[in-house]
T-cell receptor, first 114, second 112 residues
Framework: KAGVTQTPRYLIKTRGQQVTLSCSPI?????VSWYQQTPGQGLQFLFE???????NKGNFPGRFSGRQFSNSRSEMNVSTLELGDSALYLC?????????????FGAGTRLSVL | AQSVAQPEDQVNVAEGNPLTVKCTYS??????LFWYVQYPNRGLQFLLK??????LVKGSYGFEAEFNKSQTSFHLKKPSALVSDSALYFC??????????FGTGTRLKVLA
């Protein structure tokens, strides 16, 4: 079974631009979560999607948005990029939203904002 | 509010010695507790979880974790460390809101 695939692996953008990151979950998984990882902050939860609906949301500004498609693939968008948005963005999938579920992570997209 | 604390940024241990990586949590309701490991340029990999039952949970690669309800802790342990265990370790909790809350991570360095 293929794992979680995130594209692209690396991105360089400038302040003010917008960016879209993509995540393909493990086949059969319907829940997709997004995290921002920065040194010292650890992983911070952005949002979780299940069956094309946002189920949970973290404490990030409205510039961060996401969506999920009918095939469970998910995209995350960041508009009006700021220098502080430079981070590793991780996507994780699980079969459903049950609290005991393990999350399976992709390798991440490293975003650098110049 | 849910929270997870990993009080040590880095833990150094000699190969062959036992290791402990600490985690404490705060959550309303019954906690679901997890440990994940991250190797360089990789995503996180699941190690073990506590849902209910035995306080000592066994996981992958010889790791185990001890759940202590009174101390609200879930420390990760291994009896004999390997150099290949060197990585970044994250504790996580899911509580009533079902959001995954991760700690800031502890870098484990096993010295040969």
């Amino acid at each position: 079974k293929a794992g979680v695939t995130q594209t692209p692996r690396y991105l360089i953008k400038t302040r003010g631009q917008q960016v879209t990151l993509s995540c393909s979950p493990i086949s059969g998984h319907r829940s997709v979560s997004w995290y921002q990882q920065t040194p010292g902050q650890g992983l911070q939860f952005l949002f979780e999607y299940f069956s094309e609906t946002q189920r949970n949301k973290g404490n990030f500004p409205g510039r961060f948005s996401g969506r999920q498609f009918s095939n469970s693939r998910s995209e995350m968008n960041v508009s009006t990029l700021e220098l502080g948005d430079s981070a590793l963005y991780l996507c994780a999938s699980s079969p459903d939203t049950g609290p005991q579920n393990i999350q399976y992570f992709g390798a991440g997209t490293r975003l650098s904002v110049l | 509010a849910q929270s997870v604390a990993q009080p040590e940024d880095q833990v150094n241990v000699a190969e062959g010695n036992p290791l402990t990586v600490k985690c404490t949590y705060s959550v309303s309701g019954n906690p679901y507790l997890f440990w994940y490991v991250q190797y360089p340029n990789r995503g996180l990999q699941f190690l073990l979880k506590y849902i209910t039952g035995d306080n000592l949970v066994k996981g992958s690669y010889g790791f185990e974790a001890e759940f202590n309800k009174s101390q609200t802790s879930f420390h990760l342990k291994k009896p004999s460390a390997l150099v290949s265990d060197s990585a970044l370790y994250f504790c996580a909790v899911r509580g009533g809101t079902y959001k995954y809350i991760f700690g800031t991570g502890t870098r484990l360095k096993v010295l040969a």
